[in-house]
Each structure stands twice: as C-alpha cells, then as structure tokens.
C-alpha cells in the first residue's frame, strides 16, 4: 500500500482528502502545518511515497517545504504534488525550478487527484528500477576490471608459494623461507581487506547493520591498533611507520570492536599507501582516556590531494597514480561505518600533508 503524506491547513479540506485517499487504498499521514508536516516527514522518510503539500501554509510555505525535501539525500526522491488555490505560469515555473513535480490547482476532483498521484508513484518507480539498474551495471564494470587484480593476483601468489614451500627438492635459506611465508601472509590479508570491505558496502549501501551482536568481550582502543600495525609489519620491513601511543587501556565495550578495527586499518592504509617522501615516515598517533579514544594518521603526498567526505563514493581511488592497488572502498566503508557508530571522522589538507582524525564524540 503506497503512503502519502498530505500537508493542509484548512482542517475541513484536510479531512475530505484523508477520506478520499484512504477509499482509494492509500494509506495517509497528515499534518495541517509546515513544521508538523516535516516532523512527519523526517520520521517517516523511508515509508512515504508521495508528498502532497499546500503551497500557503500559516508557519512555513510550501516551497519553503519543497526546498528541505530537495536538500535531504534521502527526500529528495519522493515525488512532491503542490495543492494550491491559484497558481500562474510564474509560480508553476518557480516550483517546477526548484524540483516539484506537479500542480493541482483547487478545486479539483478525486478522480483527478488518485490518477496524478498514482502516475507520480508509477514514473517513480520506474525511474528508481532504472537508476538501480544503471548503478547494478557501474558496480559490476568497476568490480569486474578489478576483480583480477585484487583477487586473482593474491591466489597466485599465495598458490605459487606453496607450491615452492611444498617442493620437497627445495632447499631454503631462512631469508627465503621469510620472504616466501611473508608473501603468503600479505597476499592472505589482501583478500581478506577486500572481501571485509566487498560485506560492508553491501550492508551500509543496502542499509542493513553491519555491527556483530555484542559477545560480551571487549578490547581497547589500544590493544585494537596494535593488532592492525602488527598486521601490517608482518609483510613489511619494520620501521615504516611512526607510530605513537599513549593512554589508558579501557575497554570499548559500548562499540563494535571489529568495526574499529576496520576503521583502524583502512585508515593506516591509506596513511601507508600514499605516502611517498623518503624523508618523512607516515605517522599513527592514538590517545585513549577513560571516555574514549582519538586516533589520527597523517603522510606526505606527491599530487596535492583534496576532497570532501560528503563525496566519497564507492569503488573510487583519489590518488592520481593507478598504479596503487584497491578496490577503492576503504574511505567509503570508514565514512559509512563512522556514521554508524557516531564517531567524528575528520580529514585535513594542506598542500601535499594529508591528516586524518577519528574520535569519540562526547
């Protein structure tokens, strides 16, 4: 059953278009002001099909209304129906310009209004199925050209160095055997990152949860990092990195512990990845205290790099050298899990310096 909200302020004309809505099979919701129409709006923004709203209203008009649906990144798509006593080619243009979809111009009859609300419903739904599809179809491009690289090239290596191992003519020097089991263990964490994070922007763009129910064992902030930066330094040369940390040793026991972690290494790979001047190492700083925990990892850049989070968008790589393996869903999935777990994720540029901050919000 679709629902559509309708905005009115003359209670009687409110009344009569609750009645002819509901005969019609659509549920309603109604308010007969502004803001008690976007009160409804916002907490019933996943369910609402239609907004059907008078452009005159005695606290906020219409358009004042139609301009904070357009502004919201999840109202924006619902179709928007004026209801107005008078309306010239002027107002119409003015609506239409700033994103409406219809005028009905009072007084009209039920039949017109169920078969313009049902057209608006049906365009809807047919542009929403078309735009999934378009964004179904960009998904799978992008996956698919790197699928190879991030999967396949992993496999092999991981296949090719047992097959070396499990030769039993070999004869190895500890410095081989080092470098091959190091290879296996940084082509391993690869695929694992990569799946991790193919599961998380499922879930966060599918808007489904992406926390593990609460086991009862809970990690610090600490011991978190330190297991990352171990993952890390067992594929590499010791001393890439300088890291800082200080602080108590409370357990999280209010977040995800798994989804810091996540945060964590996505964030110091980031750090790693990009940083290209020989003479300055990245730098991972982390601070706890009783309440909580800031994190932040700063490097040096080549190509002076500069974004906003707000247009951070899956399977996108910010750095100009494609050389640089990834899926292009690291910072996706930190924005998306940040905001989940109410946690300030912050990022900073000044010329070729690139800074990264996570906290608990207090």
């Not at 059907?52 to 928007?80: Q, T």
């Not at 608006?120 to 690289?149: G, P």
Request: hydrophobic share 40%; proline share 2%; charged share 20%.
């Amino acid at each position: 059953m679709s629902k559509i909200l309708l905005i009115e302020d003359e209670v009687s004309l409110l009344e009569s278009l609750v009645i002819i809505l509901e005969a019609s099979g659509l549920e309603t919701i109604s308010a007969s002001s502004g803001i008690n129409g976007l009160e409804l709006l916002r907490t019933n923004a996943d369910t609402i099909d239609v907004i059907l709203c008078d452009v005159n209203l005695p606290d906020i008009n219409g358009y004042e209304i139609l301009k904070e649906v357009k502004a919201d990144n999840v109202l924006y798509k619902i179709p928007f129906i004026f209801l107005t006593a008078y309306a010239d080619e002027k107002d119409i243009r003015i609506g239409m310009n700033m994103g409406a979809d219809d005028y009905m111009t009072k007084p009209f009859s039920a039949k017109e209004l169920i078969k313009t609300i049902n057209a608006r419903i049906s365009v809807n739904e047919t542009h929403t199925k078309h735009t999934q599809e378009e964004l179904n179809k960009k998904w799978l491009t992008i996956l698919n050209a790197s699928f190879k690289q991030e999967f396949f090239t992993p496999i092999n290596g991981i296949l090719n160095a047992s097959i070396i191992l499990g030769n039993t003519e070999s004869k190895f020097t500890t410095e081989a055997l080092t470098t091959t089991v190091q290879a296996i263990y940084s082509s391993s964490f690869r695929m694992y990152r990569n799946a991790r994070n193919m599961v998380l922007f499922s879930l966060i763009t599918t808007s489904q949860s992406i926390s593990n129910e609460i086991t009862g064992y809970s990690r610090s902030a600490k011991s978190i990092l330190k297991e990352v930066i171990t993952w890390f330094q067992n594929g590499l040369i010791q001393n890439k990195i300088d890291i800082s940390i200080h602080g108590t040793d409370t357990a999280l026991s209010s977040i995800d512990n798994e989804l810091v972690s996540v945060l964590f290494t996505e964030l110091v790979d980031n750090c790693m990845k990009f940083n290209s001047s020989p003479s300055q190492l990245p730098q991972v700083r982390l601070t706890t205290t009783d309440d909580g925990f800031h994190f932040s990892v700063s490097n040096t850049t080549l190509n002076s790099i500069s974004f906003d989070f707000a247009e951070v968008k899956p399977f996108t790589k910010f750095h100009k050298d494609d050389t640089y393996i990834g899926l292009g869903l690291g910072l996706f999935v930190c924005v998306g899990i940040a905001d989940r777990l109410g946690l300030s994720l912050q990022m900073t540029t000044e010329g070729h310096n690139v800074k990264f901050d996570l906290f608990t919000i207090h």
